[in-house]
């Protein structure tokens, strides 16, 4: 286990259940419902990257939804730097939203196609309301990600998918975040144009000392991009490890199914992964 006594988390979900209800089946019966998530213990560091991994269904957005504060957890808790950002206290839950940004899955739907990359990469600062003058912090992110400063005057459709990707990890960092959740940030690129942006990642959890969450459901592309994965089933933290363990002794059979998925496709990440 990667598991020590000194590890303080920056943010953390602790015992975590969530449970939806749904539409009656019939007039007098009892209202049905369905646990997503049940008893999720999950966390992250700064400067580590941490994954989730699980097939459809399994729980991963609605997990992301929770750590991201989007929805209140109905049993458990969510910490930011130790204190519950569900408490109140309105300072530190605005220091928590600037905080924790989410990288969506498909910029081309998430990124407004009328709109200037330059004023959706200022949308979080109007959002959270952070003032000043950000013409500074605009070219830093840009150079964090790779992009020319020419990008701002562009349009989303000028752009491929790999660097579309770039401008979505640009207007997460423009609050200048602790932690980063990406939710298959890469599921819509092409494989070779995924290795960039994971290599991209990589580089920022370590230059930025940022906490990153990696969820997807192939296990190479989580291995190759984390040094702890969780693997979530049915709603349930199924396995906890390194990358490697993962692979080589699987001992969830949940794990087990993952890891022949991966061997099935081609090599692609897999290889490079181990
Ligand atoms: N508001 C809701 N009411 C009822 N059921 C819900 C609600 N939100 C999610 N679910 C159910 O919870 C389960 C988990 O959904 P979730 O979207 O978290 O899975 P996922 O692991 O992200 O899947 P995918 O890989 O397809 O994105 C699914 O069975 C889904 O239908
Ligand atoms: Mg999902």
Redesign the pocket.
């Known amino acids: 286990m990667t598991q020590s006594i000194e590890r303080r988390p920056l943010l953390a979900m602790n015992q975590v259940t969530q449970t939806?209800a749904?539409p009656r089946a019939n007039l007098f019966g009892p209202r049905p419902s369905?646990t997503?998530l049940q008893n999720i213990d999950f966390d992250v560091c700064a400067g580590e990257a941490v994954g989730l991994v699980?097939e459809?269904?399994?729980?991963?957005?609605?997990l992301t939804r929770i750590l991201t504060g989007m929805e209140k957890p109905q049993t458990g808790s969510v910490t930011f730097e130790g204190a519950d950002i569900w408490s109140g206290d309105t300072a530190h839950r605005a220091k928590f939203r600037r905080s924790v940004q989410m990288v969506l899955q498909n910029p081309r739907s998430s990124l407004d196609p009328r709109m200037r990359v330059g004023t959706a990469l200022l949308e979080p600062m109007r959002s959270l309301k952070i003032a000043g003058d950000h013409t500074k912090r605009l070219y830093e992110v840009l150079d964090q990600v790779g992009l020319d400063r020419s990008a701002l005057e562009r349009y989303p459709h000028e752009f491929s998918g790999g660097q579309l990707q770039r401008v979505a990890i640009a207007r997460a960092l423009m609050p200048n975040p602790r932690v980063l959740v990406a939710d298959e940030p890469v599921s819509a690129l092409d494989v070779s144009i995924q290795a960039q942006v994971l290599n991209l990642l990589k580089d920022l959890v370590r230059n930025l000392q940022l906490g990153l969450v990696f969820i997807a459901?192939d296990l190479s592309v989580v291995a190759y991009t984390t040094s702890r994965v969780s693997v979530i089933a049915a709603g349930r933290i199924v396995e906890v490890g390194q990358p490697i363990e993962l692979f080589t002794h699987p001992m969830a059979p949940e794990t087990k199914n993952l890891v022949d998925a991966v061997l099935t496709v081609e090599a692609g990440l897999a290889g490079t992964a181990l």
């Open positions: 939806y749904l369905f997503v699980g459809s269904g399994a729980g991963k957005t609605t459901h």
